[in-house]
């Protein structure tokens, strides 16, 4: 055992491993908000592209049916 009050006991960490911790937390903390960040982007570009898909389906959707009834009612004022 050592007695000299210098001595560093099992326990104590040098000025170097107390900043090497403090960057390698900060390191992770960081990693984890992009992660975060990222995976909320992700879902929120799918969102949108799910949105306007939608609306781009629900326009293909409307254009049709206006052309059927356009052509209905041409056939009908034709038989006048």
């Known amino acids: ?5 210098d001595a560093k ?3 104590e960490l040098s000025r170097a491993e107390i900043g090497k911790d403090a960057i390698q937390s900060t390191a992770e903390a960081a990693a984890t908000a992009v992660g975060e960040v990222t995976t909320i982007i992700t879902g929120a ?3 949108v592209a799910t949105a ?3 609306f781009a ?3 293909f959707e409307i254009r049709e049916a206006t052309r ?3 052509a ?3 056939a009908g004022v034709s038989d006048d």
């Open 68 to 70: 059927k009834a356009q």
């Open 9 to 11: 006991g099992p326990d």
């Open 45 to 47: 570009v799918k969102d």
């Open 72 to 74: 209905e009612h041409d």
């Open 52 to 54: 306007i898909g939608g």
């Open 57 to 59: 389906t629900e326009i």
């Open 1 to 5: 055992m050592n007695s000299t009050p």
